[in-house]
């Protein structure tokens, strides 16, 4: 949960050197200026990306947004090779019912195409176009952060000039000039912060998230038309083991120090 944490230690940080400056938590609290920068940025928000931003963002960010990017490569590696070792011994039909049993619905079209004698032009273009929609439907939800982290800290600025506005019509009441001029640049603080501290971090989370699916994917459309080439699956696995850092493929036991094949059917 590495966004969570960096989040929330990033906001207790800041408050923390604020407090130590001889600050308080009180002092940064200003309902009205919140209420201009959130409610001005969501309606920008909903502008641009329509009237389901809200419900896409709450999903990501109780989704995706609250764990890690799981790795998949090294178990579809292993799933691959047995599949070219099993297609090698009794054909392709035979991964029939293995198709059934597989958890990854795009692993799962990707043999069926195959066991279905598709032209391998063709199951590339079928995977490979699946892989771009899903990637676009991912960059979707991120640029809904983007476009936050990008309205935030303007739209905070415009709060503060009309803040100032306010408080230069009232000159006449010196003793009130400071308290609003430091509530006045609060918008541009929540502006910032949100932007800095949530939007942008979010967003950049999400395409981790997006990198790693689409690193598996490429990983699968690679070994699904090697196993309908008939690759040796020693080959095939030394080639998909490749996809991985040298550091991880030995602690997942994908060295070259062990037979390829061997490895893979472990």
């Known amino acids: 949960m590495s966004a969570l944490v ?9 408050l923390l050197g604020m407090i130590l400056k001889g600050g308080t938590i009180g002092g940064i609290i200003n309902i009205p200026a919140f209420v201009m920068v959130m409610g001005a940025t969501t309606g920008c928000l909903i502008a641009s990306s329509g009237l389901g931003a809200l419900g896409t963002m709450v999903k990501l960010c109780l989704g995706p947004g609250m764990k890690d990017p799981p790795d998949h490569r090294p178990e579809t590696i292993r799933l691959l090779v047995g599949f070219a070792e099993k297609a090698r011994r009794e054909g392709l039909l035979a991964l029939e019912d293995d198709a059934r049993n597989v958890d990854d619905p795009f692993l799962q079209k990707g043999v069926r195409l195959i066991v ?14 699946e892989m771009e929609e899903s990637e676009a439907r991912h960059e979707a939800g991120q640029a809904i952060f983007k476009n936050g982290g990008g309205f935030a800290p303007t739209i905070g600025i415009l709060a503060t000039v009309l ?6 019509q009232h000159l006449d009441q010196p003793d009130t000039l ?16 949100v932007a800095n501290v949530f939007y942008y971090p979010m967003a950049n989370h999400l395409k981790r998230h ?13 070994g ?14 030394e080639k998909l083991w490749s996809f991985l850092p040298p550091a ?19």
């Not at 960096?6 to 940080?13: F, K, Q, R």
């Not at 279905?116 to 590339?124: M, N, Q, R």
């Not at 699904?224 to 696995?237: E, H, K, M, T």
């Open 6 to 14: 960096g989040i929330v230690g990033a906001v207790v940080l800041i």
């Open 116 to 129: 279905d004698g598709t032209d391998p032009e063709l199951v590339k273009d079928v995977l490979e176009t």
């Open 163 to 168: 803040s100032l506005v306010s408080v230069l």
């Open 178 to 193: 400071g308290p609003k001029i430091s509530a006045a640049f609060l918008a541009t603080f929540y502006g910032v912060a």
């Open 210 to 222: 997006t990198t790693a699916e689409v690193g598996n994917r490429i990983l699968i459309i690679e």
């Open 224 to 237: 699904i038309l090697s196993i309908q080439s008939g690759d040796n699956p020693r080959v095939l696995a």
């Open 248 to 266: 991880q493929r030995e602690l997942e036991g994908g060295s070259d120090s062990e037979p390829a094949a061997d490895r893979a059917a472990a």
